[in-house]
Nanobody, 114 residues
Framework: QVQLVESGGGLVQPGGSLRLSCVVS????????MGWYRQAPGKQRELIAG???????NYADSVKGRFAISRDNAKNTVYLQMNSLKPEDTAVYYC????????WGQGTQVTVSA
């Protein structure tokens, strides 16, 4: 069974940066298009960044130009570099395949507040 372990969240001031990591157990993730999702309080989980096996990336308008998704297949890890963070980025962040094929991990909390 594939396990997803997200880390790197925390409390950051507006304008700050964080780098999230998602480790996928085994190398199965290397054959999947992957995505970062987030769920803010009272809202549905949404896809905010995706990366294909060919490393083509795409972003939700809300994060475009501020966030960058990448992957390191040798480490079975997907990253999300988040810059110029805003209070509205506060959420629990998750990774999964682009089609949400696997059980969700515990996520990592990101709080943007002064």
């Amino acid at each position: 069974q594939v396990q997803l372990v997200e880390s790197g969240g925390g409390l950051v001031q507006p304008g700050g940066s964080l780098r999230l990591s998602c480790v996928v157990s085994g190398s199965i993730g290397n054959s999947r298009d992957m995505g970062w999702y987030r769920q803010a309080p009272g809202k549905q989980r949404e896809l905010i960044a995706g990366i294909t096996t060919f490393r083509t990336t795409n972003y939700a308008d809300s994060v475009k130009g501020r966030f960058a998704i990448s992957r390191d297949n040798a480490k079975n890890t997907v990253y999300l570099q988040m810059n110029s963070l805003k209070p509205e980025d506060t959420a629990v962040y998750y990774c999964n395949t682009r089609w949400q094929e696997w059980s969700w991990g515990q996520g990592t909390q990101v709080t943007v507040s002064a």
